[in-house]
């Protein structure tokens, strides 16, 4: 069966770090996708790993270790405007969705 | 990039009614289109698969009899939701991929509510 696991909920500061991790057992997999997604709105793609390694896009940040099954991603210099959920997908056929990390951002 | 546009985004519709879902991709031709279901503070529920010119395969739970899909153009897959009941109520998603583009984008999401 397919299970993506990410923390329900985080809680960072403005200014700091922080890393989302994303676990997941597939029967297939075709890529890795984090999307941020704020209330009452659509996801906006983040990135995409479908290598080992890490991707760096400005603040964003997104790690894949196809062999743990494991992602990150991180979010450098927070701005109160991150808060928002952050969703893992994984693609096979299709992509599904991890249930997806609230992360409150405090002043 | 490209841009997936989805219409209503908000409609209200009376218990028993039917409602449709349009959803274009405006700069590039999507052969398949996904639809997702998105109640409150939870994740995006796949629940179909939208295919050019041939049927819709859904997801496992999911009711075709319910929820048609129809993918006439390479531009348009449209949702519609019938009979609807209150436990229908919910934000609906579509997405597609453009030849080229790394990321799916989604449209706008519609949010229904049925009375």
């Known amino acids: 069966g397919q299970n993506i696991d990410q923390p329900t909920e985080m809680t960072a500061t403005e200014g700091a770090i922080v890393q989302i991790n994303c676990t997941y057992q597939t029967s297939g997999f075709n890529g890795l996708f984090w999307y941020q997604q704020h209330a009452g709105e659509a996801p906006t793609f983040l990135s995409y790993n479908v290598l080992d390694g890490l991707e760096e896009k400005g603040r964003f940040s997104s790690f894949l270790s196809r062999s743990k099954g494991y992602s990150y991603l991180l979010l450098k210099e927070l701005q109160m405007k991150d808060s928002a959920s952050y969703l893992c997908?994984?693609?096979?056929?299709?992509?599904?969705f991890g249930k997806g990390t609230r992360l409150h951002i405090l002043p | 990039g490209a841009v997936v546009s989805q219409h209503p985004s908000r409609v209200i519709c009376k218990s028993g009614t039917s409602v449709k879902i349009e959803c274009r991709s405006l700069d590039f031709q999507a052969t398949t289109m996904f639809w997702y279901r998105q109640f409150p503070k939870q994740s995006l529920m796949l629940m179909a698969t939208?295919?050019?010119?041939?049927?819709?395969?859904?997801e496992q739970g999911v009711e075709k009899d319910k929820f048609l899909i129809n993918h006439a153009s390479l531009t348009l897959s449209t949702l519609t939701v019938t009979s609807a009941h209150p436990e229908d109520s919910s934000f609906y998603i579509c997405?597609?991929?453009?030849?080229?583009?790394?990321?799916?984008?989604f449209g706008s999401g519609t949010r229904l509510t049925v009375v």
């Open positions: 997908a994984v693609r096979d056929d299709k992509i599904i």
């Open positions: 997405s597609a991929r453009a030849t080229g583009e790394t990321g799916y984008t």
């Open positions: 939208s295919n050019e010119g041939s049927k819709a395969t859904y």
